[in-house]
T-cell receptor, first 114, second 111 residues
Framework: KAGVTQTPRYLIKTRGQQVTLSCSPISGHRSVSWYQQTPGQGLQFLFEYFSETQRNKGNFPGRFSGRQFSNSRSEMNVSTLELGDSALYLC?????????????FGQGTRLTVV | GQQVMQIPQYQHVQEGEDFTTYCNSSTTLSNIQWYKQRPGGHPVFLIQLVKSGEVKKQKRLTFQFGEAKKNSSLHITATQTTDVGTYFCAGQGNYGQNFVFGPGTRLSVLP
C-alpha cells in the first residue's frame, strides 16, 4: 500500500505570495489532518478534513485554508506569506477521525519564505 | 484550551541506560497516542492507549496511561542508538477537541 504523499517536498516563496500544498492520503483513508512543525513550536494542528468537510480547526489565522476532494486528497493554501510561515508542513491520514486510530504522516513539505 | 506538556525537553543518555519521558494533559483525555520522529524524518505511530491505568509493552518500550487519563509515560529499557529521535505524545479530550501534540522529548543516545 502506498504511503501518504506530499508534494512538493521543498518550496521557496517570497513574502506576500501564496502557496498551495498537496497531500494524497493512503487509499481508503477518509481523514486528512495538517500540521505545522517548527523547532520552537513543535507540531501545531492546523485543520482536519473528513469526507470533504472540515471537522476541526487549530488556532491559525484565516490566511491558512484547506479543502478535501471527493477522492480524499487534500490541499492546504497559505495566502500573503510571512517569514514566520517558514516551517515543515506535515499531513497525516487516518481511516477514521484523527485520534480514534493511528495517523500516518507524509514526509512533509519544507516551506521557506524569504 | 487543552494543553499537553512533556518533560524533559531533552535527554542525553549513554547507550544501555534507561530513558523515560512524561506527558501531562490539562484535561482528561479519551485516549493518548505516542509517536517517534527520527532526525530529518516524519512522525511514526508507536502506540495508542485507551483505558485508565493501561500498560502496554513493545519489546524494550513500556507505555503507561494514568488512572485519571491525564498523564502518560514512555519508558525505554537499555537504550540503543536506534532509539535516537523525538518522542511525542498526542491526545484528544473527551468532547471532540482538537488532537493536540505535546512538544516532544528529544532523545540522544551516546554509543
Amino acid at each position: 500500500k502506498a504511503g501518504v504523499t506530499q508534494t512538493p517536498r521543498y518550496l521557496i516563496k517570497t513574502r506576500g505570495q501564496q502557496v498551495t500544498l498537496s497531500c494524497s492520503p493512503i487509499s481508503g483513508h477518509r481523514s486528512v489532518s495538517w500540521y505545522q512543525q517548527t523547532p520552537g513550536q513543535g507540531l501545531q494542528f492546523l485543520f482536519e478534513y473528513f469526507s470533504e468537510t472540515q471537522r476541526n480547526k487549530g488556532n491559525f489565522p484565516g490566511r491558512f485554508s484547506g479543502r478535501q476532494f471527493s477522492n480524499s486528497r487534500s490541499e492546504m493554501n497559505v495566502s500573503t506569506l510571512e517569514l514566520g510561515d517558514s516551517a515543515l508542513y506535515l499531513c497525516a491520514s487516518s481511516p477514521q477521525m484523527t485520534g480514534e486510530t493511528e495517523a500516518f504522516f507524509g514526509q512533509g513539505t519544507r516551506l521557506t519564505v524569504v | 484550551g487543552q494543553q499537553v506538556m512533556q518533560i524533559p525537553q531533552y535527554q542525553h543518555v549513554q547507550e544501555g541506560e534507561d530513558f523515560t519521558t512524561y506527558c501531562n494533559s490539562s484535561t482528561t483525555l479519551s485516549n493518548i497516542q505516542w509517536y517517534k520522529q527520527r532526525p530529518g524524518g516524519h512522525p511514526v505511530f508507536l502506540i495508542q492507549l485507551v483505558k485508565s491505568g493501561e500498560v502496554k509493552k513493545q519489546k524494550r518500550l513500556t507505555f503507561q496511561f494514568g488512572e485519571a487519563k491525564k498523564n502518560s509515560s514512555l519508558h525505554i529499557t537499555a537504550t540503543q542508538t536506534t532509539d535516537v529521535g523525538t518522542y511525542f505524545c498526542a491526545g484528544q479530550g473527551n468532547y471532540g477537541q482538537n488532537f493536540v501534540f505535546g512538544p516532544g522529548t528529544r532523545l540522544s543516545v551516546l554509543p
